[in-house]
C-alpha cells in the first residue's frame, strides 16, 4: 500500500486545515486509519484514529474537540480536518494504516506509513 499525504501549509493560530491522505494498492477499506505528527526535536505521536467502515474514532486528548478524522472508502482517501488550529499543533503529520485492533492504533504499531505533510502554525 502507497500512501500519500497532503494539504498541509501555513497558517496563523485559530484557522483551520484539512489534510487529505490518498491510498493506492491494496484495499483501503480493510485497514483501520490513523494520523500521527512529530514535532521538531520530539518523538512521533499519535493524533486519531479511525476504523474500517468509520463506526469509530477516537482522539488523543491534545486534539480532542477541534479535530476530526474521517474517510472515504469509495475514493480510498482519509482526512483530517483540523480546527482552532494552535502553535503546538505545528509538526509534519502522517497518515498511516494496520490491520492490527483499533485500540493499537494509538501505540502507532501500523502495518503501512505515508510521506508526511507539513504543518505550521504562526502565534
Known amino acids: 500500500v502507497q500512501l500519500q499525504a497532503s494539504g498541509g501549509g501555513l497558517v496563523q493560530a485559530g484557522a483551520s486545515l484539512r489534510l487529505s491522505c490518498q491510498a493506492s494498492?491494496?484495499?483501503?477499506?480493510?485497514?483501520?486509519m490513523g494520523w500521527f505528527r512529530q514535532a521538531p526535536g520530539k518523538e512521533r505521536e499519535f493524533v486519531a484514529a479511525?476504523?474500517?467502515?468509520?463506526?469509530?474514532?477516537y482522539y488523543a486528548d491534545a486534539v480532542k474537540g477541534r479535530f476530526t478524522i474521517s474517510r472515504d472508502n469509495a475514493k480510498n482517501a482519509g482526512y483530517l480536518q483540523m480546527n482552532s488550529l494552535k502553535p503546538e499543533d505545528t509538526a509534519v503529520y502522517y497518515c498511516?494504516?494496520?490491520?492490527?485492533?483499533?485500540?493499537?492504533?494509538?501505540?502507532?504499531?501500523?502495518?503501512?506509513w505515508g510521506k508526511g505533510t507539513q504543518v505550521t502554525v504562526s502565534s
Open positions: 498511516a494504516l494496520t490491520l492490527q485492533p483499533l485500540v493499537a492504533v494509538r501505540h502507532g504499531g501500523m502495518d503501512y
Open positions: 494498492g491494496r484495499t483501503f477499506s480493510s485497514f483501520h
Open positions: 479511525i476504523s474500517t467502515r468509520s463506526f469509530t474514532s
